[in-house]
């Protein structure tokens, strides 16, 4: 996770690997699969855990996520953003 700041006074905007949380979950939602009838404490708190951060960058205010296999160039990148900006602004 990383913060970056606009510009002075501005607000930050804080970076999350959201792809890497949500496979931290799935891994520890797995192990609990595996478990079967009778998940261990630590296995549950793993997996509650996990969810628990994947929920808050779900719920923040924006959310910009991609695919890092599809979107393999800068350009894409700033496309991407380009029409994320537009839309934002038109419905403001």
């Known amino acids: 996770m990383s913060t970056i700041t606009a510009a002075a006074g ?4 804080t970076v999350v690997d959201q792809q890497g949380l949500v496979a931290t ?5 797995a192990v609990l699969v595996a478990d ?4 261990t404490q630590a296995h ?9 951060n994947v929920k808050a ?5 924006v959310m910009v996520d991609y695919d890092r296999a599809t979107i393999t160039s800068n350009n894409l990148i700033l496309q991407a953003m380009r ?3 537009a839309y934002m602004q038109s419905v403001r």
């Open 10 to 13: 501005s607000d930050t905007v």
């Open 25 to 29: 979950f799935e891994a520890a939602l």
């Open 36 to 39: 079967g009838a009778s998940p």
């Open 44 to 52: 549950v708190t793993t997996a509650n855990n996990a969810y628990t």
């Open 57 to 61: 960058v779900w719920t923040s205010g």
């Open 83 to 85: 029409a994320l900006t």
